[in-house]
């Protein structure tokens, strides 16, 4: 059997090499995961990780070896998570049938330093599905059209999946893309007037509960399997077309730069909003009152578009965040996410 | 800032001392043991109590605007008067909580249980309490327009003089419920349970009423919705003075009472049974009479007064005859032209989902109004009045 199809195995001398000492997974955000561990690799750790790079077959891992193989691995896999987390939005866009070819572009450096990297710690079914999962999306780039659908699409996912598989904990989508698509769907849906609690129970009663199925939706299936009146299901239709419009018409890039922008716009439209809002408050006409009462709803929408932006960046966790707070300190996080994200976002070398 | 630290409130609390009147605004206390403790009079703008063990609490005139309540547990809570407007309280325990006069303007109160709770005079303008319960809950004068209460549970609540105005009760269930004097303006009711609901002066102007179950609803005096009722449930309904089943309306009535476009109390009532055959006949009924029919007709003419309620019901079968004048008719039975036009000039057509009507309509001169409830079986031409047509064509007299 070929060395690079077998686990990387440590020498006996291994076993009392110490823990490697942590590294700045926050630092790594925009270096390269190579270079992480081409430092792991060489100087401080050349002694006990010397042996990795051997050829198969010249030592086995036997006790504590094996337990520090294992944490070195975790240690690549928690570094590889946050590096290919452009890579894990691309295949979630792929999933919901969204995604364009901009993505080749945005996923290929950091499949690049990755495939070094496990190249170096001698992961060679890696190394495999990674150039088959690269070669997918370099072929979908020279194929005729934008978006990448049919066949490619289907190739490329089942490359992904292979991938999850080898390193759940770099690339499993389960968890990430059911938290994202639970928040897009529900706003997308509290955005269609006439959309309340039975219409939420019905559609996910009737299994209408992914993007997916909701973007391949026709009014008279949803009317159909729902039993929601046809004008509602016409409404909802319409409101994840504009959706995925509005999806496709956003060309990502590394720096998601398009979504930021957005996010900031939203930001200071609900500002404005929640303003006039507060100052409705503080009058006592009957006007005032219900200009109040309609500000509370456009806020209240302004707020869902934006829940769906953050989702779709995958912050989930910050929107968690921002549920919890009053409207005025939700701006103040909002503000400061997108301080946050400039560095956050900012485009891996 | 907060005036006291979550930790400096906990330690007040833990040795009995009251935390009245402090500035706590966004103070973060979830899942904090809180029972029975004091903050009357706080501020406490934007706090999170997410999941706090806060029943029994002291929360009279408190501030809690935008406060992160979700999961809490306030039961027997005293809230009155306090100003939760904007607050999160999903999911919220308030079993037997005061919130008497409380502000709940804008409150998320979705799946929040509040049986047995007080909330009379409460201001829950635009509040969402889809899927709540309010079992027994008392809601007198209680403002909830524009409220989202689908799938609610209330049945036996007290909602006397409320204000429901645009408020939606999709499939929400007010078994018995006291809704005397509410005013239920543009209300959606759709498949609402309200059998046994008192709804007497109740005004229910504009109120969508499809699927909703009334059997044996209080109704009174009720003011009507305006338009044609279809497609609502109901066995009878209670349209006595003082409750007491004394009168009881059945049949068609019901929806035409819950309409509010017909007397209901009709001077004159004619039935045919079941089995009858009548052929080749001309009835007249006078205005404000009331016909059902559950017999076989034959080459009838049926003449009906102004006014005049006229019912085919569900055994009934008027085969080509005629119904001339400006009345009233529902058909859940039969009626098959012979020649046309098989109606003339009503000024309201009503076909069940069990009806079945093949002919040609001649419109009243003030036009028909038409309610066909999904599942009917109609073969229909509608015509305009025989004047109206005459000025078209100027060749039909």
């Given at each position: 059997m070929a060395a690079a199809a077998q686990p990387p195995v440590l020498a006996e001398s291994a076993k009392v090499m110490s823990r490697p000492p942590p590294v700045e997974v926050e630092r790594s955000n925009g270096g390269s995961i190579a270079d992480t561990f081409e430092r792991l690799l060489s100087s401080e750790l050349?002694?006990?990780?010397?042996?990795?790079?051997?050829?198969?077959?010249?030592?086995?891992?036997?006790?504590?070896?094996?337990?520090?193989?294992?944490?070195?691995?975790?240690?690549?896999?928690?570094?590889?998570?946050?590096?290919?987390?452009?890579?894990?939005?691309?295949?979630?866009?792929?999933?919901?049938?969204?995604?364009?070819?901009?993505?080749?572009?945005?996923?290929?450096?950091?499949?690049?330093?990755?495939?070094?990297?496990?190249?170096?710690?001698?992961?060679?079914?890696?190394?495999?599905?990674?150039?088959?999962?690269?070669?997918?999306?370099?072929?979908?780039?020279?194929?005729?059209?934008?978006?990448?659908?049919?066949?490619?699409?289907?190739?490329?996912?089942?490359?992904?999946?292979?991938?999850?598989?080898?390193?759940?904990?770099?690339?499993?989508?389960?968890?990430?893309?059911?938290?994202?698509?639970?928040?897009?769907?529900?706003?997308?849906?509290?955005?269609?007037?006439?959309?309340?609690?039975?219409?939420?129970?019905?559609?996910?009663?009737?299994?209408?509960?992914?993007?997916?199925?909701?973007?391949?939706?026709?009014?008279?299936?949803?009317?159909?399997?729902?039993?929601?009146?046809?004008?509602?299901?016409?409404?909802?239709?319409?409101?994840?077309?504009?959706?995925?419009?509005?999806?496709?018409?956003?060309?990502?890039?590394?720096?998601?730069?398009?979504?930021?922008?957005?996010?900031?716009?939203?930001?200071?439209?609900?500002?404005?909003?929640?303003?006039?809002?507060?100052?409705?408050?503080?009058?006592?006409?009957?006007?005032?009152?219900?200009?109040?009462?309609?500000?509370?709803?456009?806020?209240?929408?302004?707020?869902?578009?934006?829940?769906?932006?953050?989702?779709?960046?995958?912050?989930?966790?910050?929107?968690?965040?921002?549920?919890?707070?009053?409207?005025?300190?939700?701006?103040?996080?909002?503000?400061?996410?997108?301080?946050?994200?400039?560095?956050?976002?900012?485009?891996?070398? | 800032m907060p005036e006291l630290t979550a930790d400096l409130v906990l330690k007040k609390i833990k040795i009995g001392e009251k935390v009245d009147r402090a500035?706590?605004?966004?103070?973060?206390?979830?899942?904090?043991?809180?029972?029975?403790?004091?903050?009357?009079?706080?501020?406490?703008?934007?706090?999170?109590?997410?999941?706090?063990?806060?029943?029994?609490?002291?929360?009279?005139?408190?501030?809690?605007?935008?406060?992160?309540?979700?999961?809490?547990?306030?039961?027997?809570?005293?809230?009155?008067?306090?100003?939760?407007?904007?607050?999160?309280?999903?999911?919220?325990?308030?079993?037997?909580?005061?919130?008497?006069?409380?502000?709940?303007?804008?409150?998320?109160?979705?799946?929040?249980?509040?049986?047995?709770?007080?909330?009379?005079?409460?201001?829950?303008?635009?509040?969402?309490?889809g899927g709540a319960r309010l079992v027994r809950a008392e809601l007198a004068h209680a403002d909830l327009s524009e409220t989202d209460l689908s799938t609610a549970k209330l049945d036996e609540a007290d909602l006397t003089s409320t204000d429901l105005s645009g408020a939606n009760l999709e499939e929400a269930s007010l078994a018995r419920a006291q809704l005397r004097d509410a005013v239920l303006r543009g209300a959606t009711l759709i498949r609402a349970d309200l059998s046994g609901a008192d709804l007497r002066r109740a005004n229910l102007t504009g109120a969508r009423l499809e699927g909703a179950l009334f059997t044996g609803a209080r109704v009174r005096s009720l003011v009507g919705t305006g338009a044609p009722v279809v497609g609502i449930r109901a066995e009878w309904v209670d349209d006595s003075e003082d409750a007491s089943r004394a009168v009881r309306v059945t049949g068609p009535q019901i929806a035409a009472l819950l309409s509010g476009m017909t007397p209901s109390s009709p001077s004159h009532k004619r039935y045919f049974g079941r089995g009858d055959v009548l052929r080749n006949a001309h009835l007249e009924f006078d205005t404000g009479a009331a016909v059902e029919i559950e017999s076989l007709f034959e080459h009838c003419t049926i003449a009906l007064g102004e006014g005049t309620e006229l019912v085919v019901g569900r055994g009934g079968v008027l085969s080509g005859c005629q119904i001339q004048g400006a009345g009233r008719v529902t058909i859940h039975g039969k009626f098959v032209e012979r020649e046309g036009p098989g109606i003339v000039g009503a000024t309201q057509l009503v076909v069940s989902s069990e009806g079945f009507l093949v002919g040609a309509i001649e419109q009243a001169q003030d036009l028909t109004r038409f309610a066909f409830e999904p599942g009917c079986y109609l073969r229909v031409q509608i015509l305009q009045a025989k004047k109206e047509r005459t000025t078209k064509s100027g060749r039909q007299s």
């Open positions: 050349e002694a006990g990780f010397a042996s990795m790079q051997q050829p198969a077959g010249a030592a086995i891992a036997r006790g504590g070896a094996g337990a520090d193989l294992g944490e070195v691995r975790s240690l690549f896999a928690q570094l590889a998570a946050n590096h290919v987390r452009s890579v894990r939005d691309f295949v979630i866009d792929l999933r919901w049938s969204d995604a364009t070819v901009e993505w080749v572009s945005i996923c290929s450096p950091a499949l690049q330093s990755l495939r070094r990297a496990a190249e170096k710690l001698e992961l060679g079914d890696l190394c495999r599905a990674l150039d088959k999962f690269s070669e997918g999306l370099l072929a979908a780039q020279s194929d005729p059209g934008h978006a990448i659908g049919g066949e490619r699409r289907a190739a490329i996912l089942a490359c992904y999946d292979e991938l999850s598989r080898l390193m759940p904990q770099a690339f499993a989508l389960d968890m990430d893309q059911t938290q994202r698509e639970t928040v897009i769907l529900q706003s997308l849906l509290l955005q269609v007037p006439d959309v309340k609690k039975v219409t939420l129970d019905k559609m996910y009663a009737a299994g209408l509960s992914t993007l997916e199925a909701m973007l391949l939706a026709t009014p008279e299936d949803i009317a159909a399997t729902t039993g929601v009146a046809e004008l509602t299901a016409q409404r909802i239709v319409e409101r994840f077309r504009a959706y995925r419009a509005h999806v496709k018409a956003t060309a990502p890039d590394a720096a998601r730069t398009r979504e930021r922008q957005h996010i900031a716009d939203l930001t200071s439209r609900l500002k404005r909003e929640h303003d006039a809002y507060e100052r409705s408050s503080q009058a006592w006409s009957r006007e005032a009152a219900e200009q109040k009462k309609e500000l509370r709803k456009v806020r209240a929408q302004t707020l869902l578009d934006i829940q769906v932006e953050l989702a779709r960046l995958g912050e989930v966790d910050r929107l968690n965040q921002i549920e919890r707070l009053p409207f005025e300190a939700k701006l103040t996080e909002l503000e400061s996410f997108l301080e946050d994200a400039r560095d956050k976002y900012m485009v891996q070398p | 500035d706590l605004r966004g103070l973060v206390l979830t899942r904090a043991v809180l029972e029975g403790a004091s903050f009357r009079r706080c501020d406490l703008d934007g706090a999170n109590l997410e999941g706090a063990r806060l029943s029994k609490a002291l929360f009279k005139n408190a501030s809690l605007r935008e406060a992160f309540l979700a999961g809490a547990d306030l039961r027997e809570a005293n809230l009155e008067s306090a100003d939760l407007e904007g607050a999160n309280l999903l999911g919220a325990k308030l079993v037997g909580a005061n919130l008497n006069r409380a502000n709940l303007e804008g409150a998320n109160l979705q799946g929040a249980d509040l049986s047995g709770a007080r909330l009379t005079h409460a201001q829950l303008e635009s509040a969402t309490l």
